[in-house]
Structure formats: C-alpha cells, structure tokens
C-alpha cells in the first residue's frame, strides 16, 4: 500500500501546481503532475469542492473524487472574499503552474485572468482548459466530454450500422484533453527554462473530439470520402473485430497482411492467404463477408482463453472483451501497479490509478486523497508565512477551512 501527499523523487519534483479545475478534464490534468512528483494544491470551496459528492461511493468515500484528486494536497478557501483572493494572489507568486477550467471569461472576472498571474509571477504557467476554448464561435457556451464526442464525429461512427449515434461509456474527451493540456504545460515549463517566462496555454473539449475522428475528418476535406460504420457481422472482423465465443466476446486484431497469413494458418485455412479476395487489407475489408460466418463459427465453438492462447501463439493480437469485474481481476492490472491500494480517511483504504508510466529512476507518486482544507494550515504557515493567529481569524471569518 502506498502513501504520499506532496513529492518524493518524481520526475516533477520542486514543481507546484494550482489546480482549480472542477469535474475531470482540468483535475485529470493535475493529477498527472501529482502522479510524476508535483506538489498540486486542490484549491477549494469551503465545504468542499462538489465532485466529493460524486459516485460511485465506496464505504461512504465517492470514487470519483478520490480517483482525480489522490496525491494532491487540500487548501479550503472562499475565493469570492478578498482575502481569499490575497491568499491566492500569494500563491501566485510562489508557484509554477496554475490550472483552472471555468467558463471563458470566468478567472477574469474573479480577478486571476492570465494578465493578472504574470504580473504576480512572470514564469506562472496558465493552463486554460474549456469545453469550446477561449475563442471562437462557441466559446461562450459551457459543455462536458459527451459535447466533443457528438460535435467531432465521432459518436457516428461509433457501433455498427443501423444503431443510432453511440457515446463511450467512459470519458474519452476528457481524458484526452487532460493529456493535451499536461503536455503543452511541460512544453512550456521546458520553454520557460531557455526563455526565463512563462506562457498561458489552452485546450478545449470539441478540439480533441475533431482530433480523435482526425482521420476520417481528413479523408472528407480531402476528397469527400466518407466513412461509415461497419454492419454487424459484416465483414469487418478479419482485419478487427469483435467475435462471440463459447463462453463469453473476445476482440482480434489481424489487420496487416502477415498477420492474415498467420489468421489463415491458424484456421488452417491456408487458401485464405493466397485468395486473390483476401491478399490485402482493402480487399478483406471488402469481401470480410464473404468469410463471417464461417470464422463466427469457429470462435463460437471455443472458449475464449483456449482462444486467446492458441492465437497468441501465432503472434496474432487479440484480447478478452471483460467486465469490469474482470478487468479488475485481470493479472496486467497488479502486476504492473496500474491501480494501487491507498489509505482514506473515510472508506479506509481505496483504488487510485497508479503508476501509468515506468520511470526507471523517478518512479512516479502515488498518495491518497485529502480531506477539505487537509492542508490549509500547512500551506498558510509553512508556504505563506501566516501565523496561527492570522489563520485562526481566517477561518473563523469563513475565509478558510482546516481539518
């Protein structure tokens, strides 16, 4: 089991980072920072910031909260009073990066836009994550994950023909936009280091959801190209598809033309491979149909770790399609540290993403999540310099909140 709040030999180590992001895209993009060794200091409401109040909950503890905020640190202030805003003003100064997701205009208003942080700080690095960005013909409508997966496409290419438009289940936009913005934020931490100041950076939702559908968004402006869903059963499992088998789905993925050979023998097919309908992938993606229902029997008839084991041997990639209940079964998963048991103060002990990335000599961070205001204290006296007194006085002003 694993604890830390704070840094300990990340790769990010020495960084500190605002994180007034709210939901997932601006949180996930914190945690990141958490994760590789940056001190992030959750910056919220009194009372808490809302997503604590998500579930699923575990043993009373709310699994989306603990899941994007664990390793960072809790300062609990009314950023509305000023002298919440003289705290975070203070901040400023003393920090590398500030995150925040509001509505466009919003962070101006509340007095903390990008012209205010550099006079504060001028290697402040500002990360503007939005639901249509800072400008443009939508900026000013708010959006969630579910906006870029319908505006980019790509919700109509998702499933099969004849099924209305589908969402992923899991928040694909946002995850993706996260990413987007921690690796601008890098770049520019890796800017600042030659030009000696920092930038303002921004993503957007709809912008990845047009990058994710990039492809056949190109094809079209290319030369009107149209790509469409594939029908069930169609044909397009022998270049990837999904197949039933005796006890359950499993996925393939035999797209290139070697692998077909080796999906040919396998099947001990071996008329397959030299089928002048089948020799490349256009042409599989064409015919597939012609094959479906014999290759659906034959995965039908078998179970699907007999399956998977036997293809493997081929050097074919190919998978299980689990439950969640089998992901979290699933050996890849421990071995490889990717969820980690964490102490909470409220459920005991809880599951947090853990060490995504494998540093070989600053392994990244994995903590727990705070309570509110966990480490207000902390940050007032340690970081600010505030005597007890001035923070005694802040909370009992409602200006911050300790626990």
């Not at 989306?64 to 000023?82: A, D, F, H, T």
């Not at 270049?239 to 088998?245: K, L, N, R, W």
């Not at 179970?303 to 969640?324: G, H, M, Q, R, W």
Request: charged share 25%.
């Amino acid at each position: 089991m694993t604890t830390n709040n704070g840094n300990m030999n990340g790769p990010l180590e020495g960084i500190r980072v605002l994180d007034l992001g709210r939901y997932q895209a601006g949180p996930r993009c914190a945690l990141m920072f958490a994760r590789m060794g940056a001190e992030v200091i959750k910056v919220e409401n009194i009372g808490g910031d809302e997503s604590r109040q998500n579930g699923p909950r575990v043993r009373g503890q709310s699994a989306y909260w603990v899941q994007y905020n664990s390793g960072k640190k809790s300062l609990s202030i009314n950023m509305r009073s000023e002298k919440g805003k003289e705290v975070l003003r203070e901040l400023v100064k003393v920090s590398d990066v500030l995150l925040q997701n509001f509505r466009p205009g919003t962070i101006d208003i509340m007095g903390f836009g990008y012209d205010v942080l550099k006079e504060l700080n001028p290697k402040i690095i500002m990360i503007n994550v939005s639901a249509y960005g800072q400008y443009g013909p939508n900026s000013e409508k708010v959006g969630f994950d579910p906006i870029g997966q319908a505006m980019g496409g790509l919700m109509s290419l998702t499933g099969y023909e004849g099924l209305p438009p589908i969402k992923t289940y899991f928040p694909l936009i946002d995850r993706i936009t996260a990413l987007h913005a921690c690796i601008g934020a890098l770049a520019a931490l890796r800017e600042r280091e030659i030009s000696g100041v920092g930038q303002s950076l921004e993503v957007c939702l709809a912008d990845t959801g047009f990058t994710v559908n990039e492809i056949p968004i190109s094809a079209y402006l290319g030369d009107g190209q149209l790509t469409e869903r594939p029908s069930q059963g169609g044909g397009s499992g022998i270049v990837g598809g999904m197949y039933e088998t005796a006890d359950g789905y499993m996925i393939l993925a035999a797209g290139n033309d070697a692998m077909w050979i080796r999906m040919s023998e396998a099947l001990e097919k071996p008329e397959w491979a030299t089928d002048e309908r089948f020799k490349t992938r256009s042409q599989r993606q064409e015919n597939g149909h012609l094959l479906e229902d014999e290759m659906s029997a034959w995965f039908k008839e078998r179970k699907t770790k007999y399956i998977i084991d036997y293809l493997s041997s081929f050097s074919i990639p190919c998978a299980p399609v689990n439950t969640t209940e089998q992901a979290a079964k699933e050996p890849q998963l421990h071995e490889r540290g990717i969820l980690e048991e964490v102490p909470d103060p409220v459920a005991g002990t809880m599951w947090v993403t853990g060490k995504m990335i494998k540093f070989d000599r600053t392994p990244m961070v994995v903590g727990s999540a705070p309570t509110v205001g966990q480490h207000t204290k902390e940050i007032l006296q340690e970081l600010l310099t505030y005597s007890e007194d001035d923070v005694a006085a802040m909370v009992d002003d409602k200006v911050v909140e300790t626990s």
